[in-house]
């Protein structure tokens, strides 16, 4: 029996990001999902689930509703999914919100408060 490939989860990840991004982008008509990135996809070992990291720009309530339109297009993008990759079963997918452009940038602001604050020398 064949022992499965270490790098065979972060290969797939890979795969998967860039399937879901492109279905995302020119399949899903949902209006809800607008100026949506998917930023990063993590596989479970086993292939049997995979977690989307989505910047989505705009306020709360829109990223909210963005939110809630990838959710309900989760079975339409696993079935796009499996036909792309050719997989005998697609992963299931979860979406989780990346904050990580949201808090660079309160970062940013942050350390230019302190710099401004910062008294000439």
């Not at 990135?37 to 479970?44: E, H, L, P, S």
Request: proline share 5%; charged share 30%; aromatic share 2%.
């Amino acid at each position: 029996m064949r022992r499965p490939s270490r790098h065979r989860p972060e290969r797939l990840a890979a795969l998967v990001q860039a399937a879901v991004a492109d279905s995302v982008a020119t399949e899903l008509k949902d209006p809800r999902v607008g100026f949506v990135t998917i930023t990063a996809a993590r596989v479970a070992p086993d292939a049997s689930s995979a977690t989307i990291h989505v910047s989505v720009m705009g306020s709360d309530d829109e990223k909210a509703a963005a939110m809630d339109g990838l959710n309900s297009a989760r079975g339409f993008l696993r079935t796009r999914l499996a036909r792309t990759l050719a997989l005998r079963t697609a992963p299931e997918l979860h979406f989780v919100l990346d904050r990580t452009l949201e808090n660079a940038a309160r970062i940013d602001q942050l350390l230019a408060e302190i710099k401004r604050d910062e008294p000439a020398s």
